[in-house]
């Protein structure tokens, strides 16, 4: 009697390990196939409606819309700025910046807050224009810049900068920006004037 209980109970154990395994190869199988779909898939993210309609990020590359906004918002960021901001200023536009170009970007934001430190010089930009190029992650800008010395504004121009941008993951990131000068040749890039 005891051999036939052992024999059952050992059978019982037996069937009861080759149903775990069967559920354990199973459940492998279908990690692996969860895994190799959502590596072929584009990732994208939808944001909150800010403009006149949903924003959605994808990791296929970036959309025209989301890159005119950043743009747009990144203008006003980097071009906007009083002695009262300078240091606000400075540490916003090294946040969207590339961690690969922060040090070049720093150092020319460093030049113009020491210049503006201590001064009654402000200015602003009035946007009049954008040509976005997704392909070349390029956004280029043209408006009005206007130089504000107390009260007074002593100077308005036509200026057209251009910011460059690199795409990683989810992530966009400033890497350069400066003002278009006559030529291709001639571009500053780095800061604003």
Do not use: C
Request: a positive charge.
């Amino acid at each position: 009697m005891d051999l036939s209980y052992s024999h059952t109970n050992s059978q019982r154990i037996l069937r009861q390990r080759n149903i775990l395994a069967v559920a354990a190869a199973a459940l492998a199988a279908l990690t692996l196939l969860l895994f190799t779909v959502s590596l072929s898939r584009d990732r994208e993210v939808v944001l909150q409606p800010v403009l006149r309609s949903p924003l959605t990020i994808s990791s296929a590359g970036v959309s025209r819309e989301y890159l005119e906004m950043i743009t747009r918002d990144t203008v006003v960021l980097t071009l906007d700025r009083s002695p009262q901001n300078l240091d606000y200023w400075m540490n916003a536009v090294l946040d969207i910046a590339s961690p690969r170009t922060q040090g070049k970007i720093k150092a020319d934001l460093l030049k113009i807050v020491a210049e503006q430190r201590g001064s009654s010089i402000a200015q602003f930009f009035t946007i009049q224009k954008m040509e976005i190029d997704t392909k070349n992650l390029r956004s280029e800008v043209t408006g009005e810049l206007h130089t504000i010395v107390g009260n007074k504004v002593i100077s308005s121009e036509n200026r057209t900068f251009r910011y460059d941008w690199e795409y990683s993951g989810l992530s966009l990131k400033l890497v350069g920006f400066g003002m278009v000068t006559a030529g291709p040749a001639k571009d500053q890039q780095g800061s604003p004037s």
